[in-house]
Every structure is written in C-alpha cells, then in structure tokens.
C-alpha cells in the first residue's frame, strides 16, 4: 500500500507474554522521532476478566480500563510532538466486544515466538497458562482479518530472528511498516522507562538489565510435562503466522 494510503504512522506491533516484545519496545522508544505506548488495554482487560495477574487491582487502579477512551487515544493525533506512534500491545488484551474496525487505523505488525521457549517463559509468572493467554489465537484471527482488509499480509516478525540479525530484520521491519530505520533501535541504556507500565516489577526484570538485542542462545531447559498439551495446540497457530515471517535467512521451523 503506498505511504499516501496509509494510516499515519501509528504502529501497533500485536504479540502474546514473553516475545521480546519488551525489548522492541525499548528498540522504537530509542527513536528521537518516537513515542511509545506499554500494552495501553491491559487494565480493561484485568479488569473485564477477573485474571489474576500480577499487580492486578494497582494497574486497575492506576489506567483507563474503558477501551473505548484508549482507543480513542490510539486512533487519535500522535502524542508529544513525536511523528511515529509505536504501541506495544497483547492481542489477548484485544477482547471480543471490542471489535478489531478500530484497528484499521493503525499500521499493525506481529511478533512471534517458538511457543515451547514462549510456555517455559510463561510459567514462571503465570505457572499455570491458556491458550488464550499466549495470545496465539487472537493473534492468527487479527491477522487474517487485516489480511483479508489490506489485501496483503501484515509484517510478521520472529524473535529470534530479531536477535540473530537485529539489523537485517529491524530494517525489513521499518520498511514493510513505511517508515526509515534508525541505527538507534540497536541500543539502549539500562533501566527502567516512564513510558514502562507499572506492571514492569513484575515482567521486565531481563530489558531492565539488557542494553540492545542479546545473541540468541537456544535453551535446553524441557517443558513442564504438564504444558506439552497447551504446546501441541499452540504449535499449529504459530506455524501458521510463522510462514509469513519476514525474514528467510533462517530456514528451520523452530
């Protein structure tokens, strides 16, 4: 779609728990032209669905929990004077009674990653995850349903993709979404953000302590047994939207 087509640049990268989706926040929120946004519909979602994740009634308490007034805010003038919007979103916080039209608005991306180093990540703060709290559901309907609006394929990142080739694939990122790379999505200093939810105590622990894109180093940690059926329904749903990917310079599966 060409730049005159579009949707002003707000981007909405949609992701599940434990993708690296911090970290690329970090990433566009090194951008001197960049504002960021940190999973703006969370606190409705807690507070629509009772989980209990941690934090829960303190992030309740503290952010809009009525999705119609974040919306607007998403779909609205870009904040602060920046020229790029970049929401950093859970597509399991995108609820059913919101509708997805709203998103049209936006210039929308996907990150995926291997579900079982994803599920082992996971359980360490929700030991015992859904289907619907990977995200991966609600991720491939999204992705169908801009799919089938656009006429072609959203951009579909995988994680570690991301940290073999931080450059590379940032790059094809930037240009599948019509805006510039900047060399200043590699780095970053340690430490907490403003822009951070307060839910970060909880989640951020690693990005709090990282500088740029670590190198990927694969995990020979097993999967709980108890997450191999979750695993077996949660493969096909990735490997659908992972046949999309943006990068080729990896040819396995994983």
Known sequence: MPDADRPPPRIALWSGPRTLSTALMRSWGSRADTVVADEPLYAHYLDATGRAHPGRDEIIAHYETDWRAVVDRLTGPIPDGASIYYQKHMTHHLLPDMGTDWVLALRNAF?????????????????????????????????????RERGTPPPVVRARDVLE??????????????????DAMLSWESGPRETDGIWAEHWYDSVYDSTGFRPYRPKDTPLPARLAPLHETCRPLYEKLHSHRLSSHSTDAS
């Not at 080739?165 to 930037?174: D, F, I, M």
Request: glycine share 6%; hydrophobic share 50%.
């Open 111 to 147: 990150l995926i990653r291997e579900p079982r180093a994803m599920l082992r990540s996971l359980a360490e703060v929700l030991p015992a995850p859904t289907l619907s709290d990977t995200g991966l559901p609600q991720q491939w309907a999204l992705f169908q349903m801009l799919h």
């Open 165 to 182: 080739a931080p450059r590379a694939v940032l790059g094809a990122l930037c240009d599948a979404l019509g805006v510039p790379f900047r």
